[in-house]
């Protein structure tokens, strides 16, 4: 059964991932076109009130605040790594640091599953070390993403697109 929930699971990322490629890649193909029909079916009004600026002045901040988020997320993994290294607990953890946070801001970036992913190379290097490293390293990434979707996307998700922190945090909760 638990199989069978995976298996659903990743056909419908892989489409979905799929799909994305596809209407990117149309809309791309088709941008004057698409452009002209929006601003046919919403007519410009003041140039700072068109819908096409609000558009790409929404995009260019989630692009900064996802920017930021992976930069958070990098530095605190890195940090988090080499004070687990210094303090004894898991001793590779010194060693790369900056490896393993720099892995976890460029994995940030895809959805879902990319903080998640993250958290692999360091787990790796700590059960090769200890099944106690291991799970000090696992615990370190959790209250990571539990900082990261309670708190840090929140704040500067909402601020770049400039939505309200809270109203971003229903939507995460309506898109999990």
Not at 77 to 98: K, Q, R, S
Not at 144 to 162: D, F, N, R, S, Y
């Amino acid at each position: 059964m638990c199989a069978q929930g995976i298996l659903v699971g990743v056909v419908e990322s892989l489409f979905n991932v799929v799909l994305v490629i596809v209407v990117s890649v149309y809309m791309l193909l088709d941008a004057p076109r698409l452009s002209r029909f929006l601003r046919r079916l919403f007519p410009p009004g003041e140039t700072d009130d068109d819908l096409i600026t609000r558009c790409e002045r929404a995009l260019i901040g989630y692009v900064r605040g996802q920017t930021m988020v992976s930069l958070v997320i990098g530095t605190t993994a890195g940090v988090l790594m080499w004070l687990l290294g210094i303090t004894g607990v898991f001793h590779n953890g010194n060693d790369y640091a900056i490896a393993f946070g720099a892995f976890a801001a460029l994995v940030e970036v895809i959805p879902y599953v990319g903080p998640w992913i993250g958290a692999i190379p360091p787990l790796a290097v700590a059960l090769a070390e200890s099944p106690s490293a291991a799970i000090a390293v696992a615990l370190a990434f959790l209250f990571i993403h539990q900082v990261e979707g309670h708190i840090v996307i929140p704040k500067l998700m909402g601020g770049a697109v400039g939505v309200h922190p809270l109203l971003v945090i229903f939507s995460l909760l309506a898109g999990a």
